[in-house]
Nanobody, 120 residues
Framework: QVQPVESGGGLVQAGGSLRLSCAAR????????MAWYRQAPGKQRELVAA???????YYANSVKGRFTISRDNAKNTVYLQMNSLKPEDTAIYYC??????????????WGQGTQVTVSS
């Protein structure tokens, strides 16, 4: 059973930075796509950033220029560096793995989520 496990969430002031990590444990294969989603209270889950095995990347418009996604294929690990954080970035951030890198991306596996809170 593959289980993405997130770490690195927490409380930060506006303008600060956090780095999220996610290790997709239980698989001996490298995933084509790894991604980060987030869900704020009362809102739908949204795709924040995704990265393919060839390191093509996608970013939601709301985070472009502030967030950077990267991965270590050998470790099935994906990172999300979040800079210039804003209160509206407050959400539960979920790691996702598997699935084809496409405009209709659908993950195969989900993490449990990690809380990110940005205070004003």
């Amino acid at each position: 059973q593959v289980q993405p496990v997130e770490s690195g969430g927490g409380l930060v002031q506006a303008g600060g930075s956090l780095r999220l990590s996610c290790a997709a444990r239980g698989s001996i294969f490298s995933f084509d796509t790894m991604a980060w989603y987030r869900q704020a209270p009362g809102k739908q889950r949204e795709l924040v950033a995704a990265i393919s095995s060839g390191e093509s990347t996608y970013y939601a418009n709301s985070v472009k220029g502030r967030f950077t996604i990267s991965r270590d294929n050998a470790k099935n690990t994906v990172y999300l560096q979040m800079n210039s954080l804003k209160p509206e970035d407050t959400a539960i951030y979920y790691c996702a793995a598997g699935g084809a890198y496409s405009s209709d991306y659908e993950p195969d596996y989900w993490g449990q989520g990690t809380q990110v809170t940005v205070s004003s």
